[in-house]
Each structure stands twice: as structure tokens, then as C-alpha cells.
């Protein structure tokens, strides 16, 4: 059990219940990696934990007649609370923590993890239940039309995937479920992942006390580098809220020879559109997406990990994969990066969308290895503070806590 873990909960005795609808494998996502890693530290302190999960992989071979009732079923599934009440009859647990009910299991499920009368707790990962695209972002720049409002804006930009279609049942969840107040009244306590975004939740009317701030983690972590790297890395999806297209023009402003190098870990919808931008550059090389054991061999060699995206982000695991290697930060100063990137003490800040800016920073961490030293051990420091498994571990099992004691006093 992690050192200290005992004093938050007598983990041994503790039965809980993880639910989460996963994303697609062709789509890797940050939020399934946390789910696996919370159930190996649980498992870790003791815990008897199950996992129940539905997968959206599963979608491609339902009957037609499934797959044309799924709009529905994203607003209010059925098929999610039966299956929840299943699970909570048969494992019979003390708490039920929900990750991610989209598309499978709707926020109905809410309902009936409230009716079993043990501790709901949930994990805010993202903006969904205030934004149908979950992002806040909209026509290259962060967009709060839909903040503590109906979400009208968005069907009429038609912000889910680009299509108004797709996006009318996600505004329905939003709006129905804000209307019933699900997470408000069924949830025990809130978490999420940085405090920008309880920020935000508390700022469309959320209750700010049921809600605590519990960073992610990386287990087994890389051993610290022992002196900065060269290459630039930039671990990310490749899609316009990221702004990998920024870091790249900054990059070719700040070395046109192409050294030191960059290279670029990750896939998605813009992929192509970059390569043919930028792929025959000198120094640029991409990657395609890595596995986390292929990404700590290319965090050994980095000078830093460049995050420059345009949205505000929830907790990106770039930060903290990067932090557990005594590596520094190079993000945009916008939304939670501004919260987790101690400027000039664990990486460098620049003006989000702003390639000159991006030029800079690439440029003072190149041309100083005293620089990069210097915040690659204050990334170190910050990740044993904050975002190690044996904190984040005391501060999950805490909050595990108050839901418990929360539902015992209803």
C-alpha cells in the first residue's frame, strides 16, 4: 500500500465500483489510460474493485436497429442503468466511482447509482456536461456560448464532429440533464482533474463544495533524465484545439536548418494536412502514435515537451508523463496549462496561437543547458509533489471518504 495511504480509509475493507464507457482503440485517449491506472493503484492499496465497462468499439457490430436507437440512448440509456444495477446487486459495493458515461451509458446512470445509497463519486475529465463538444472550443478559438445555458449555441454551430445532426442528441444529455440537475443531486463528490476546470463548473453553477481538485498520475514512471536531451517532443493528438500546427511554424522560425530536431508522437484529423506542410523539413519527424513505453524512450532524449494548444484542456498527460521525467514544459498560457506550468520554474509559457512567442521559448531553451537543467528539476520536484501515484493515491481514497460519509449522513 502506498506510504500513508491508510491514514485517508481502511483501503483493504473498500469495495468499489469503477464505471466507464470506453472510447474507441482507433481514438487513443487519456481518459482510459487514467481509469486503468486509478484500478492498479487501488488494487495496489488493497481494494477490491470491478470494473464495468461498455465499449464504444462494440458499436461497429450492433444490428441496424441498435445503432439507429443510439441518439437516444446518449440523452437516456436504459440498457446503462440495468446493467449498473446488475453490477451493484452482485458486487454489492461501498462506492461507486463513475468516469465516463458517454455514448454507452448516458448520465442516467447517475439515477441509479444514487438509488443504490452508497458514496457516488465521479470524475470530471473534460467539459461535456457544459459543453456538447466537451472542448469550450469552437472556429479555431475557445468559445463559452453553451457555459450555464442551455445549449442552443451548439446545435447551431453544429459543434459535435461538425455536424448538426450529431450534435442534437449530445445537447439533449446536456440540456435534459442539466435541467434534472443529475450530477448535482446524484453525485456525493465531484472530481476534477485541475483546478481551471472545477473552476469553470463552479462558474455555471455547480456546487463548488462538493467538488475537490485530484490530479492524475503516471505509474511507473521513467527514471529522471540526467541532463536535458535535445529533440523537441510533442506528444499530442493532431487535431486544431491542439495547435501543433503553431509549434510547427514556431519551430521552422526558430530553426530553419532543422537542429535541434522536433518529432511529433500522436495521430488524428489533421495528420495529413501537417505532413504535407511540414513532413519534409529538415529535423521534423512524426512518429505516429507510441505506446507509453516508446514514449518514455523519446522523453529520455528531450530538451522539452512543447504543448501548444488553443483550448483551455483539462489535465493533459503530456504534463505529467513529462514532469516524471525531469523533463520541462513549453505550453500555451491559456486555461489549465496556465495552472500546471510554473513559468520559469517548470517550463515556459507563451501566448496561445502565436508562433513568434512559440519561436522564443524554443529558441532559450536550445541555446541554455543551464535553462533546461534547471526546469527539468523543478518538473521533477513538481511531479513527487503533486502528480505522484503515492499522493494522488491518499487524496483518491480521501475523497472515497466523504462520499461514503456524505451518503451514510443522507
Known amino acids: 500500500m502506498p506510504e500513508g495511504s491508510s491514514e485517508s480509509l481502511d483501503a483493504s475493507n473498500l469495495r468499489v465500483l469503477v464505471v466507464h464507457s470506453r472510447y474507441r482503440s482507433d481514438g487513443p485517449s487519456g481518459e482510459n489510460e487514467v481509469v486503468q491506472d486509478e484500478l492498479r493503484l487501488l488494487r495496489d492499496c488493497g481494494c477490491v474493485t470491478e470494473l464495468l465497462e461498455l465499449r464504444s468499439d462494440d458499436i461497429s457490430s450492433w444490428p441496424l436497429s441498435k445503432k439507429v436507437a443510439l441518439p437516444a440512448r446518449v440523452v437516456w440509456s436504459a440498457e446503462g442503468r440495468r446493467v449498473l444495477e446488475r453490477s451493484v446487486l452482485q458486487f454489492r459495493p461501498d462506492v461507486i466511482h463513475i468516469h465516463n458515461t458517454f455514448p454507452?451509458?448516458?448520465?442516467?446512470?447517475?439515477?441509479?447509482?444514487?438509488?443504490?445509497?452508497?458514496?457516488?463519486?465521479?470524475?470530471?475529465?473534460?467539459?461535456?456536461?457544459?459543453?456538447?463538444?466537451?472542448?469550450?472550443?469552437?472556429?479555431?478559438?475557445?468559445?463559452?456560448?453553451?457555459?450555464?445555458?442551455?445549449?442552443?449555441?451548439?446545435?447551431?454551430?453544429?459543434?459535435?464532429?461538425?455536424?448538426?445532426?450529431?450534435?442534437?442528441?449530445?445537447?439533449?444529455?446536456?440540456?435534459?440533464?442539466?435541467?434534472?440537475?443529475?450530477?448535482?443531486?446524484?453525485?456525493?463528490?465531484?472530481?476534477?482533474?485541475?483546478?481551471?476546470?472545477?473552476?469553470?463548473?463552479?462558474?455555471?453553477?455547480?456546487?463548488?463544495?462538493k467538488i475537490r481538485v485530484k490530479h492524475n498520475t503516471v505509474l511507473h514512471p521513467p527514471e529522471p533524465t540526467p541532463r536535458p536531451g535535445s529533440a523537441f517532443l510533442c506528444m499530442s493528438r493532431l487535431s486544431s484545439e491542439k495547435g501543433v500546427d503553431v509549434l510547427l511554424e514556431g519551430w521552422r522560425r526558430a530553426f530553419p536548418e532543422g537542429t535541434p530536431p522536433i518529432r511529433l508522437a500522436g495521430s488524428g484529423d489533421q495528420a495529413?494536412?501537417?505532413?504535407?506542410?511540414?513532413?519534409?523539413?529538415?529535423?521534423?519527424?512524426?512518429?505516429?502514435?507510441?505506446?507509453?513505453?516508446?514514449?518514455?524512450?523519446?522523453?529520455?532524449?528531450?530538451?522539452?515537451?512543447?504543448?501548444?494548444?488553443?483550448?483551455?484542456?483539462?489535465?493533459?498527460?503530456?504534463?505529467?508523463?513529462?514532469?516524471?521525467?525531469?523533463?520541462?514544459?513549453?505550453?500555451?498560457?491559456?486555461?489549465?496549462?496556465?495552472?500546471?506550468?510554473?513559468?520559469?520554474?517548470?517550463?515556459?509559457?507563451?501566448?496561445?496561437?502565436?508562433?513568434?512567442?512559440?519561436?522564443?521559448?524554443?529558441?532559450?531553451?536550445?541555446?541554455?543547458?543551464?535553462?533546461?537543467?534547471?526546469?527539468?528539476?523543478?518538473?521533477?520536484?513538481?511531479?513527487e509533489r503533486s502528480y505522484s501515484p503515492d499522493v494522488t493515491v491518499r487524496e483518491l481514497l480521501a475523497i472515497y471518504r466523504e462520499a461514503i460519509a456524505s451518503r451514510s449522513a443522507v
Not at 106 to 128: E, Y
Not at 342 to 357: F, K, S, V
Open 104 to 209: 454507452l451509458f448516458s448520465p442516467g446512470v447517475f439515477w441509479s447509482a444514487r438509488a443504490a445509497g452508497v458514496g457516488v463519486v465521479h470524475t470530471l475529465h473534460n467539459f461535456r456536461p457544459l459543453c456538447p463538444a466537451s472542448t469550450f472550443f469552437r472556429d479555431g478559438r475557445p468559445c463559452e456560448e453553451c457555459l450555464g445555458r442551455l445549449p442552443f449555441p451548439a446545435v447551431r454551430f453544429s459543434c459535435y464532429r461538425g455536424s448538426r445532426l450529431a450534435t442534437i442528441p449530445v445537447a439533449a444529455m446536456v440540456g435534459l440533464h442539466g435541467r434534472l440537475r443529475t450530477w448535482q443531486t446524484c453525485v456525493d463528490r465531484l472530481i476534477a482533474v485541475s483546478a481551471y476546470l472545477r473552476d469553470k463548473y463552479i462558474e455555471a453553477g455547480w456546487p463548488g463544495e
Open 272 to 383: 495529413g494536412r501537417l505532413r504535407a506542410e511540414y513532413g519534409g523539413l529538415p529535423g521534423v519527424m512524426f512518429l505516429g502514435h507510441l505506446d507509453r513505453d516508446a514514449l518514455f524512450r523519446e522523453l529520455s532524449g528531450a530538451r522539452a515537451v512543447v504543448v501548444p494548444s488553443r483550448w483551455y484542456e483539462g489535465s493533459p498527460r503530456a504534463v505529467i508523463e513529462a514532469y516524471a521525467a525531469g523533463v520541462p514544459i513549453v505550453a500555451s498560457r491559456i486555461g489549465s496549462l496556465a495552472e500546471l506550468v510554473d513559468d520559469g520554474a517548470t517550463g515556459l509559457l507563451t501566448a496561445p496561437g502565436d508562433p513568434d512567442e512559440m519561436a522564443s521559448a524554443l529558441r532559450r531553451l536550445a541555446d541554455s543547458h543551464e535553462l533546461a537543467t534547471q526546469l527539468g528539476k523543478g518538473a521533477r520536484a513538481r511531479y
